[in-house]
T-cell receptor, first 116, second 113 residues
Framework: DADVTQTPRNRITKTGKRIMLECSQTKGHDRMYWYRQDPGLGLRLIYYSFDVKDINKGEISDGYSVSRQAQAKFSLSLESAIPNQTALYFC???????????????FGPGTRLTVL | GEDVEQSLFLSVREGDSSVINCTYTDSSSTYLYWYKQEPGAGLQLLTYIFSNMDMKQDQRLTVLLNKKDKHLSLRIADTQTGDSAIYFCAESKGGGATNKLIFGTGTLLAVQP
């Protein structure tokens, strides 16, 4: 079974709709992240959370919000989707015990979102 | 990742060596990483190097770090078709408990049979 899962895997929606992407992990990690991937731009950090009560904006948080419902769950919402939010979205986790050291992040399989 | 730059594409023949290059900006980064993304999948850590090292070798992979020039490279010896993927370098920023990773733009490696 996958350690980091994302739902849905694919979603097509229309401009102005509210969308929620969900991420769950069974790794027992306290840190979770949301990235978007665009061709030629690599991965850009949207939001990150170091524990259930800690939420931080990344470099491109405008138009997005997040909720850390439990240690194992971190959801990303697009309040009013627009076409330039069409991208591949990844959730990732890491363990605080390795912060500042190897700090490996473990990625989900991604959600491909298309906003028409 | 505007702070970390890579060339977008590299094509090699099977059996040749591949060299993927990366430049980063934060000289205080403690660790530098190479992640691999296979088609339709998320990223997986391939290897990493501690900033006080110049080189790290792991089977077919060799990582070279030039801290003076802030240049990182990944060499894959005897490249196979299964090595075809997007490779991301990443640097650590913030340090300690607030550490975050900044990813590069990714290099698509295409291995021709």
């Amino acid at each position: 079974d996958a350690d980091v899962t994302q739902t849905p895997r694919n979603r097509i929606t229309k401009t102005g709709k509210r969308i929620m992407l969900e991420c769950s992990q069974t790794k027992g990690h306290d840190r979770m992240y949301w990235y978007r991937q665009d061709p030629g731009l690599g991965l850009r950090l949207i939001y990150y959370s170091f524990d259930v009560k800690d939420i931080n904006k990344g470099e491109i948080s405008d138009g997005y919000s997040v909720s850390r419902q439990a240690q194992a769950k971190f959801s990303l919402s697009l309040e009013s989707a627009i076409p330039n939010q069409t991208a591949l979205y990844f959730c990732a986790t890491s363990d605080t015990r390795f912060a500042g050291r190897t700090d490996e992040q473990f990625f989900g399989p991604g959600t491909r979102l298309t906003v028409l | 990742g505007e702070d970390v730059e890579q060339s977008l594409f590299l094509s090699v023949r099977e059996g040749d060596s591949s060299v993927i290059n990366c430049t980063y900006t934060d000289s205080s980064s403690t660790y530098l990483y190479w992640y691999k993304q296979e088609p339709g999948a998320g990223l997986q850590l391939l290897t990493y190097i501690f900033s006080n090292m110049d080189m790290k070798q792991d089977q077919r992979l060799t990582v070279l770090l030039n801290k003076k020039d802030k240049h990182l490279s990944l060499r894959i010896a005897d490249t196979q078709t299964g090595d075809s993927a997007i490779y991301f370098c990443a640097e650590s920023k913030g340090g300690g408990a607030t550490n975050k990773l900044i990813f590069g733009t990714g290099t698509l490696l295409a291995v021709q049979p």
